[in-house]
């Protein structure tokens, strides 16, 4: 023995080591975790915009089409048609289903879209709409266009869209 003092040799770390690392990982991802759901509502968004301009142009198709009935009054009436059944004014197979739900609102990214406030016989006006499926959460926009195309967004979330998207 070496005058009478217990030599031990230390393996690992102690605990207040790892306490330490655990702590600096929680702070580092306590930062990043913000960021990160800031980056996934503005994906959502974008997303949301890049479907509404689809809703768009697959309307102009469906009345150039369709004349007599003019735009679609649901998303439904704009997708594929279901298995085995042929292409008609109530599925146009202009969209997929996943725009093209069987009931509004259909889901994508977060948002919920639907056709609404459509008018006239044929159809000559209506407002495509996304809005979060958890305002704040998914997204903070509401996004509308209608049959001119351009898109407006409401800052609070839902279809009052009154301001033009830039």
């Not at 393996?11 to 990982?25: D, M, T």
């Not at 109530?90 to 994508?108: E, T």
């Not at 495509?128 to 996004?143: H, I, K």
Request: hydrophobic share 40%; with cysteine.
């Amino acid at each position: 023995m070496e005058d009478g003092r217990d030599m031990r040799r230390q393996h690992g770390f102690s605990l207040i080591e790892l306490l330490i690392v655990v702590a600096i990982i929680l702070a580092l991802a306590a930062m990043a975790i913000p960021n990160l759901l800031r980056s996934k509502m503005s994906a959502n968004e974008a997303s949301a915009v890049s479907s509404l301009r689809a809703i768009a142009n697959a309307q102009t198709s469906y009345s150039m089409t369709y004349g007599h009935i003019g735009y679609a009054d649901q998303l439904t009436k704009l997708a594929d048609p279901p298995a085995g059944q042929s292409i008609d004014p109530n599925h146009a197979g202009i969209i997929d289903w996943v725009l093209g739900c069987s009931a509004q609102p259909c889901v994508k990214a977060g948002y919920n879209f639907s056709i609404i406030n459509t008018s006239g016989i044929p159809i000559s006006s209506y407002t495509a709409v996304g809005t979060p499926q958890l305002q704040g959460r998914t997204g903070r926009r509401g996004f509308c266009c209608d049959q001119g195309a351009a898109i407006t967004y409401d800052p609070a979330g839902g279809t009052a869209c009154s301001l033009p998207l830039e």
